[in-house]
């Protein structure tokens, strides 16, 4: 009976320091809510009160409608999605071949990765704008994804090499028996095994990519190619204190997708980031 009521309290303790983590991160998104539901008028008698006088959608209508932000979603989805399946394309063979093979040096190969996956964006972001500029890369879509998948592809390597060590490798050595080259194996044995890691890394990277704020913001000048999270900041510094009610909407509207995307495949990310973690 003690057991039980200790077993309770400890998970009335656990709910209520939740809840007030849970608060602390979305009490900023309720502000932002408050201030996109307003009028502009509203906006102007101060931000004290939290629930609007007179709620209305007029704001995320106006920014939906609006093609300069569609436009801003879809270059955000395009940089997104591109480099996420860029980044399966490099990772996807590099985790077979530091989980199948053996050479001098793998265990400070995967140090290394680890290492690059360190590195702030702000360290080199002098050297890495004169390269990309010498190369003719600025203002593209494709140099910028190219950045975004030499970001993201340490931590990705990583999370696949989980997903491949746990996949039997008798399957490998009995394909290899039956004639199958490394490859074969690799096409034919390890990819369709690894779709759950495949997917719940393409989801991450996506996410990744769509709160990328730093290198989009570094690479890309033209409006017609900024994604949303430079758009706003560039809307933003356009604007005066009587847009603050549509600058709130578009932040919302840049945030909802990452938070319904997470939330809606948390149990396939959560699988990602602890593939490997437990063999047996």
């Known amino acids: 009976m003690r057991t039980s009521r200790e077993d309770r309290l400890g998970d009335v303790f656990s709910y209520m320091f939740l809840a007030a983590t849970f608060l602390f991160f979305a009490w900023p998104l309720l502000w932002l809510l408050s201030l996109a539901l307003r009028t502009r008028k509203e906006v102007f008698l101060g931000v004290s009160r939290f629930i609007p006088k007179a709620p209305t959608l007029d704001n995320f209508m106006a920014i939906l409608s609006s093609d300069k932000f569609s436009g801003y979603l879809w270059n955000a989805l395009v940089l997104s999605a591109s480099s996420a399946i860029g980044c399966l394309a490099v990772a996807l063979p590099a985790a077979y071949a530091f989980s199948r093979f053996p050479f001098r040096g793998k265990g400070p190969w995967m140090m290394v990765l680890l290492a690059f996956q360190m590195i702030s964006p702000l360290v080199i972001m002098v050297p890495l704008y004169r390269y990309m500029a010498a190369i003719g890369l600025t203002d593209s879509r494709f140099g910028a994804a190219m950045v975004y998948i030499a970001l993201a592809a340490p931590m990705v390597t990583w999370i696949l090499k989980g997903f491949v060590d746990g996949i039997p490798r008798s399957l490998d050595e009995a394909a290899l028996i039956d004639g199958c080259s490394h490859f074969a194996v690799f096409w034919r044995i390890i990819l369709p095994l690894s779709t759950p890691g495949i997917a719940s890394?393409?989801?991450?990277?996506?996410?990744?990519?769509?709160?990328?704020?730093?290198?989009?913001?570094?690479?890309?000048?033209?409006?017609?190619?900024?994604?949303?999270?430079?758009?706003?900041?560039?809307?933003?510094?356009?604007?005066?204190?009587?847009?603050?009610?549509?600058?709130?909407?578009?932040c919302l509207v840049s945030v909802v997708p990452a938070i319904v995307a997470f939330l809606c495949l948390q149990r396939f990310i959560l699988g990602a980031m602890t593939a490997g973690a437990v063999k047996g």
């Open 201 to 250: 890394a393409f989801i991450i990277t996506v996410i990744a990519g769509w709160s990328q704020f730093l290198i989009p913001f570094l690479l890309i000048s033209k409006e017609s190619l900024m994604p949303i999270g430079v758009g706003i900041f560039q809307y933003a510094g356009t604007q005066n204190d009587s847009s603050i009610q549509l600058l709130a909407a578009a």
